[in-house]
């Protein structure tokens, strides 16, 4: 179980590298790197800054992981990325450790990031988010498990994405979207529920009615926020619908409004 190191790439020897790790020609490693078994850096691709890269990952050429904040209000310190394990990164994507000296960015297991996509400072990312080609999430930004992220969407400072939700290409969403919905435009706004992600996921036909009968009340009727909450905890099962739960639990603590 060695490590492949080609010649032409740089590694700093503090760098802390797992495992079958393989490092290709012309990358650079800084020396608060450390990378999980079996995590493969392709050629040209960039560690640095405080990363701490799980297992398995993939890092395609010229990706940069682990780069300066871009926020202003940087002062120094060591600032860090997390990331969990089977992500993929591909050409050009770019992950940027935290702001404050001591904080996090983090990014968890088995997420796809398409090329030229970014993430910035702050952010916090679960699993199995799909980022597509040339779209950014600004800084602390939070994602929920299973989202979807179209070509060249754009998401706000703050911002946050719940559970299988979906924003579609070339959005600008200014504000959250709650589980289980899709967004599209510019300013972006829910316009249905992710139907075809809920079906590839396996929920069942009848939550999936549930769930659209949510997006109805909180999209379709004439009532504000607080009003179509109110109607669906009294006119739906919400103590026994976990999904109905976590759409109102969402909008109730949404800061920025629900698009």
């Known amino acids: 179980m060695s490590v492949k190191i080609h010649p032409q ?3 700093d020897p503090n760098a802390q590298l797992g495992a079958d790790v393989e490092i290709g020609p012309f990358c650079f490693i800084g020396p608060h790197a450390q990378i999980g078994d079996g995590t493969r850096v392709l050629h040209h691709a960039t560690v640095e800054g405080k990363v701490s890269l799980g297992k398995n990952n993939t890092i395609f050429p010229y990706a940069l992981i682990g780069g300066l904040t871009h926020d202003l209000k940087y002062e120094g310190g060591q600032p860090g990325l997390k990331i969990g394990d089977g992500n993929v990164f591909r050409e050009y994507v770019t992950a940027h450790v935290a702001t404050k000296s001591e904080d996090f960015t983090t990014i968890g297991s088995n ?4 090329a030229y996509s970014h993430v910035a400072h702050d952010c916090q990312i679960e699993d199995h988010l799909v980022m597509s080609s040339h779209s950014a999430l ?4 939070e994602v929920g498990n299973h989202v979807n992220i179209g070509w060249g969407a754009g998401v706000h400072q703050f911002c946050r994405l719940g559970r299988h939700c979906m924003v579609s290409a070339c959005s600008k969403l200014v504000q959250d979207v709650p589980p289980f919905m899709l967004a599209d435009g510019s300013p972006a706004e829910v316009r249905s529920i992710n139907k075809v992600g809920l079906e590839r996921a396996g929920f069942e036909a009848a939550e999936i009615e549930l769930i659209r009968n949510a997006f109805k ?5 004439d009532l504000n926020r607080t ?3 109110q109607h669906l905890e009294d006119h739906y099962p919400v103590s026994q619908e976990p ?3 976590e759409i109102l639990a969402f909008a109730r603590t949404s800061g920025r409004g629900i698009a």
């Open 9 to 11: 790439a740089i590694v």
């Open 111 to 114: 997420n796809v990031f398409l």
């Open 138 to 141: 600004g800084g602390h930004v």
């Open 217 to 221: 009340v909180l999209y379709r009727k």
């Open 227 to 229: 009003q179509a909450l």
């Open 243 to 245: 999904s109905l739960s």
